[in-house]
């Protein structure tokens, strides 16, 4: 994966130290509504920890598809945003070898994501996993279509 700098300028021996799973998604850019929702709901130092974690990220287009009105609501209610947040997050370095051996994942939000796996491809609670295996120095990242909601 080409690792494109945001910034124009490089820093000296970054090129190939993995960065953390938030500065993954700043630098991807097409994360940018998921990380504000990050940001809002105090949970970067917790994303920019030692983990590992294991993220499924909605793209901006996952987060663009909720009905009208979600996304403000969302950053409007702090504990949900959080609940939802740590949804998409699973506990320890989960590689998609791995993943498409489960049938559940507990969350950090405490509650199962349901995996399945349908003519090739892995849904998480539904999303389509569209991207796998991004490493990150704390996780890895793997991208869905949708957003998913705990019950």
Known sequence: MATVLLTGTAQAGSHNAPKDIVDTAVEAGSFTTLVAAVQAAGLVDTLKGPGPFTVFAPTDEAFAALPAGTVEGLLADIPTLQAVLTYHVVPGKVMAADVVNLTTATTVQGT???????????????????????????GVIHVIDAVILPN
């Open 112 to 138: 199962n994501v349901d995996i399945e796996v349908r003519y090739g491809n892995v849904y998480i609670d539904g999303a389509q996993v569209v991207m796998t295996d991004i490493e990150t120095s704390n």
